[in-house]
């Protein structure tokens, strides 16, 4: 009897003993020990998902570990912030957040799981995607300014496009009649393609846009394009003019994405991390991948944790009350 | 809800048709209500409390027994009051008429019962629709609201489902099929096995221990082969889903990776 | 015509590489997998499968990434035919005759039949495409959230009329798929509906998970009950030919030429196009048929018609993508990806500047085609010995392939029981005659019927009339109401006969 305990005991601790050997190596090692998980809020393919995949690509070089893209879609990319924001904070699982899920999904959403200020460990922004404002192509204004004095002037006619409650063309349609003083009667539907589908089609007048989804028909001419929401053109679209160009300053977005942990994070994982995505952002084959999809990409000074947490801060700030007077 | 239902006939089989199938369209009545106060009872199990059952019981009680004064205090009264609250308008929208049919269940012989049964469990399922639609916005000027076509489906699925409680009472069709127990209990047992396991402890385990649930569910079943069986298409699913397709699925425990 | 065979000769020399015609194969066999594997979606796969095309050329990937579409869609039938479980929503009808077939012991020659068709189908759209791509999407961008609801209307029709017993009860079914179509967000005003503030069913509920459910889940409980077991037996003795006879050839090639047709036509439509077309063609065959009674009772041409129109309508849905840079559903959205992901714009300028891409991956589509008939024929021989398997050791397999392949989807646990419970619904449904494809229909074209609905009247500023008024959506409507007397007056006619003479049960 006393030899059979004793051998139970053996057994307990030699399974233990192989148990703790498993996991030693992964707590020994410096970080990263093992490959990266980088969430991805959207489907993949999407603007999102392109840009995370080029930069992590990027970064997993430097990091010397596999960076692997996990794309879980819902509820506006909230279903995969609220997991990010509940992962372990090892530095093993990593989010790549965007004015969505970090900045719009707050006026929303009145039940967000997540804080996106407090939840997360910013790490860097990432090359963000210019909004355009586009038009069927035979709609009747032949530059921003005449399109801004006709909106204004048959707000009641117009129906504005948006690819669904939440998305990045919504949030920044609503900006803009807000910019412009309009309410337009808004047309959802569902995603971008479809939105785009009746645009080209002529069943709706106008909508916000990001450029990569704008480029195929603007280029071939079946919608017009007014004006790029961004400081500089765009050198996928050279020949469409800035919103300070054509006369609207004020209407400045872009898509942006970033980086972030789950908070917690030790600062030496993020250091290590904003180190890798700053490098990733500085390499030429990369930036031109990225400029070759429509991206603006973040100037060195701007590739930080601060930087990213200063435009999170900024960013809710500044759809809440666009946003907000929707309900 | 399909469980609920599922036990219908066997009642109605044992005992005097009428007051058992009276009895089974009861419980229907108050399923919704005994299925929260149920869930509220286990749900410190799972660390998602979500209220005391007792006073959810009591709620419940209250609205049904004070349901009808307060729409009519609602409707017709000169002081305006605010909304009902959800539980009054279960209670209103959902319970009553069912209970209306069961009261009808206990005095009447359905000529054709699969088709009457059928019909009210529609009835119940179109209710059910309408009270979970009941807080949403109905037409806002020329835009249809959110709550409108599912309020419009809702009320077509009662009428329906009235009209086959119609067939069901005056003309003659088959009675109740038989239901087994077996079948049902473990793959259902199999399935929720799976669903509980698969995030803690990975393919390779809750795979093969829902096939050897699963198998349960036949007496047909042989052991031996059923585990030889089991092994293999465990291994084979652990090389398929994972490795040939690519799917993110964890194979081994959760407490045994690294 | 001189330009389309240089065009073509270009594709074909791209497509026959020894590269491009391995990653066609490998794309068809995967295609093939996932069709099979109840649960496992098309999209999931393409999505997780994405990031290995990066390191591919981009004629290649893009050959690859089309290979699993199609190939999904021959493998798509094999589970409706052999265990009645419709693995995308375009494969429910084929469940309709093609599993009474494969219990009267014909499986071969439906899956050999469906198989057929779908190549036939694939090679016309793949022509088609070549010529004309431009004129048909004219023809699409036509159709706005006016039209667009009231071909949803045809479609649930059609679903109305494909049913084998009491209209009554189809209608309610329809009914109940479009209720739980609107569980989940709205996509109008982003409301939460029905959804009892459960994060897992904001999102709605999916397609997979409920077809599993009333389909899979509830097929396999019943033949668990007692007696049932006779039937089985019965359905492994009877097993005969494993390949059509003339006779199933001759009936099926008008079917499989009719379904084609209208997948062709319906294909390019963005959205719920490819399934309206496999309902489109087996209501039409249903409704021309000398005796429509056949069909529901394993009907070789409810086989034919509807695979034939759903391998054309995954065909041409690739025009929009081609000719003007859109992707019209979840698949095609992938492509795009896959495509900026290589540096390359989808839309017009393609075909332009870099026509081998687009020709290389029309020819492909063609080889693939051929590709899979060579793959499936073979096949059926094995999938019909699986029929063999004693349904003790058949059904926890399927049991377990189906539960792996709804979590696969989003990694939900929730979604998993909720097709369980679905599939004692389902086994409720049976026991009380509810036919479970009405209610599939209604479930996957309630979502494009409202939000279009919607969508139309906030566009005409709530004016009712624009579903009559254009011209499209007048002649879908008309078509619907003239589809919906057919469909009723036969069954009066047969309430009267009822009625009047003796009764027959």
């Known amino acids: ?327 | 809800m399909a469980d609920t239902v599922g036990r219908l006939p066997e009642q109605t089989r044992r005992a005097a048709r009428n007051g058992s199938g009276a009895l089974a369209v009861l419980l229907l009545a108050l399923a919704p209500q005994l299925v929260h106060v149920l869930w509220a009872a286990v749900s410190p199990l799972y660390r998602v409390p979500i209220g005391n059952p007792a006073q959810i019981a009591v709620d419940y009680a209250t609205a049904l027994g004070t349901a009808l004064p307060a729409w009519l205090g609602a409707t017709f009264g000169t002081v305006p009051s605010p909304p009902l609250p959800s539980a009054v308008l279960l209670a209103l929208i959902y319970c009553y008429p069912l209970i209306a049919l069961a009261l009808l269940t206990l005095m009447v012989r359905p000529r054709g019962p699969q088709d009457y049964y059928g019909g009210i469990v529609l009835i119940a399922i179109a209710g059910l629709a309408l009270w979970a639609s009941s807080d949403l916005e109905g037409m806002q000027g020329f835009s249809v609201g959110a709550g409108t076509v599912p309020r419009l489906c809702g009320v077509l699925l009662m009428g329906l489902g009235a009209g086959i409680v119609a067939v069901g009472l005056f003309s003659e069709g088959p009675a109740l099929a038989r239901y087994a127990w077996r079948g049902p209990l473990f793959v259902s047992l199999a399935i929720l096995g799976f669903a509980l396991a698969i995030r803690p402890l990975g393919l390779v385990i809750s795979a093969f221990a829902s096939f050897m649930v699963a198998a349960l569910g036949t007496p047909e079943t042989r052991w031996r082969e059923t585990t030889v069986v089991g092994i293999a298409l465990t291994a084979g699913c652990s090389l398929l889903f994972p490795y040939a397709l690519g799917l993110p699925l964890p194979l081994l425990p959760r407490f045994l990776l690294p | 015509m001189v330009e389309l065979f240089s065009n073509l000769a270009l594709g074909f020399q791209v497509a026959l590489s020894p590269i491009n015609l391995l990653l066609c194969l490998i794309g068809a066999l995967v295609g093939t997998l996932v069709g099979v594997l109840p649960g496992v979606g098309t999209v999931a796969t393409v999505a997780m499968l994405l990031p290995i095309t990066f390191g591919l050329p981009p004629v290649g990937a893009l050959i690859m990434l089309a290979g699993i579409y199609y190939g999904a869609q021959y493998g798509g039938s094999t589970t409706s035919i052999l265990i009645n479980i419709p693995g995308e929503a375009t494969s429910v009808v084929t469940t309709l005759d093609g599993f009474q077939m494969a219990k009267q012991g014909r499986a071969g020659p439906a899956l050999a039949i469906a198989a057929i068709g779908s190549f036939f189908a694939g090679c016309v759209a793949t022509v088609l495409i070549a010529m004309l791509g431009a004129p048909l999407t004219q023809l699409a961008q036509k159709f706005g959230p006016a039209e667009y609801f009231s071909l949803m209307v045809l479609g649930l029709i059609f679903a109305v009329v494909l049913a084998k017993g009491s209209l009554l009860k189809a209608i309610a079914m329809i009914v109940m798929g479009l209720l739980l179509s609107m569980v989940g967000s709205d996509v109008i005003t982003g409301a939460s509906r029905m959804a009892f503030d459960i994060p897992e069913l904001a999102d709605g509920l999916g397609f997979a998970t409920v077809a599993m459910g009333v389909f899979g889940f509830a097929e396999i409980i019943r033949n668990l009950d007692a007696g049932a077991d006779i039937d089985r037996e019965l359905v492994q003795q009877k097993i005969t030919g494993l390949m059509p006879t003339k006779q199933d050839l001759i009936e099926s090639a008008p079917a499989i030429l009719r379904g084609t047709m209208l997948g062709s036509i319906l294909g390019i439509l963005p959205g719920g196009g490819a399934v309206i077309a496999s309902f489109a063609a087996y209501t039409f065959e249903k409704k021309i048929a000398r005796d429509p009674s056949r069909f529901g009772r394993g009907a070789i041409e409810g086989v034919a018609a509807p695979e034939s129109a759903n391998n054309a309508a995954a065909q041409t849905s690739f025009i929009p993508l081609l000719t003007l840079g859109i992707p019209p559903n979840a698949v095609m959205a992938l492509m795009v990806g896959a495509m900026t992901l290589h540096g390359i714009v989808p839309g017009p300028q393609v075909m332009q500047k870099q026509p081998e891409l687009v020709w290389g991956m029309i020819a492909s589509m063609w080889i693939g085609n051929l590709m899979l008939l060579v793959i499936n024929l073979p096949l059926v021989g094995i999938w019909v010995r699986l029929l063999r398997v004693p349904y003790r050791l058949m059904f926890p397999a399927i049991v377990i392939f189906c539960a792996i392949g709804i979590y696969s989807i989003n990694n939900s646990p929730l979604d998993v029981v909720l097709a369980g419970a679905f599939g004692l619904l389902g086994y409720w449904l049976i026991k009380h005659d509810f036919e479970p494809a009405p209610l599939l229909l209604g479930m996957v074209l309630g979502p494009l019927m409202e939000e279009n609905l919607r969508r139309a009247l906030l566009i005409s500023r709530g004016d009712a009339s624009v579903f009559f008024t254009r011209p499209l959506s007048a002649g879908l409507m008309a078509a619907a109401a003239l589809l919906l007397v057919l469909a009723v007056l036969p069954s009066l006619r047969k309430k009267r006969r009822e009625v009047f003479g003796e009764s027959e049960n």
């Open chain 1, 1 to 327: 009897m006393n030899f059979l305990h004793r051998l139970l005991a053996v057994t307990h601790l030699a399974f233990i003993g192989i148990l703790v050997l498993l996991a030693y190596p992964a707590a020994a090692d410096e970080y990263p020990s093992r490959p990266i998980t980088v969430i991805v809020p959207f489907a993949a393919g999407g603007p999102t998902d392109v840009v995370a995949r080029i930069v992590t690509a990027s970064m997993a070089q430097t990091l010397g570990q596999k960076m692997l893209i996990e794309n879980i879609v819902g509820a506006g990319g909230t279903t995969a912030a609220t997991r990010a924001a509940r992962a372990a904070n090892d530095g093993y699982t990593l989010i790549v957040g965007h004015m969505g899920t970090h900045a719009a999904a707050v006026p929303l959403y009145s039940r967000l799981p997540y804080d996106p200020q407090t939840d997360f460990a910013p790490i860097s922004p990432l090359a963000g995607t210019p909004i355009m404002i586009l038009a069927r192509k035979d709609f009747p204004a032949k530059d921003l300014q005449e399109f801004i004095a006709y909106v204004k002037a048959n707000t009641e006619k117009l129906n504005a496009a948006h690819a669904g409650v939440g998305s990045v063309s919504h949030a920044s349609g609503e900006l803009l009649n807000s910019v412009l003083g309009i309410r337009p009667t808004g047309v959802p539907f569902n995603g971008t393609g479809p939105a785009m589908d009746a645009l080209v089609s002529g069943q709706v007048d106008y909508m916000c846009d990001q450029i990569v989804n704008a480029v195929p028909p603007v280029r071939s001419g079946t919608i017009k394009a007014y004006a790029v929401a961004t400081p500089a053109r765009n050198a996928a679209l050279p020949q469409v003019p800035t919103t300070t160009e054509a006369g609207l300053p004020s209407f400045q977005v872009q898509a942006w994405n970033g980086i972030f942990a789950p908070k917690g994070t030790p600062p030496a994982v993020i250091a290590t991390l904003n180190a890798a995505a700053a490098k990733a952002l500085g390499d030429e084959a990369v930036r031109n991948r990225l400029l070759d999809l429509g991206s603006v990409i973040p100037p060195p000074a701007e590739r930080t944790p601060e930087a990213l947490a200063t435009l999170v801060k900024s960013e809710i700030a500044r759809w809440t009350p666009v946003l907000t007077q929707l309900h």
